[in-house]
């Protein structure tokens, strides 16, 4: 069930990176465009590009910031819920942790 959920918020992340990666690719062409729609030259077409990329990198900042709290919420879902799970039914975890120390110790003493 964590790694389902963890699969989720994987998959909401890679979805809003690819959001992201789209508002960059048309950020790179907004700036020409709004300066030839105002149809001026030179140093203003350069300052209205800056202006409209300035405008455009804040929201895409929010967005990615957005989406990074998205992801922390999602890890500390799963975290939490791989707590609940271990207090709700210890002695298998314990057996497990035991099982993986007992097989750590036998390929260490193997090498050695």
Known sequence: ????DLEKALASLQRDLKNVQKDLERLG???????????VTGHEATDAAL???ETEAHALLD??????????????QVVSRVEERIEANPLPMVAAALGV??????????RG
Request: net charge positive; no cysteine.
């Open 1 to 4: 069930m964590a790694d389902r």
């Open 29 to 39: 062409t907004s700036g020409v465009t709004a300066a030839q729609q105002a149809g």
């Open 51 to 53: 202006r409209t990329l």
């Open 63 to 76: 967005a990615v910031k957005k989406a990074g709290s998205s992801a922390v919420a999602g890890g500390e």
């Open 101 to 110: 120390g007992v097989a750590i110790g036998w390929l260490v003493r193997r």
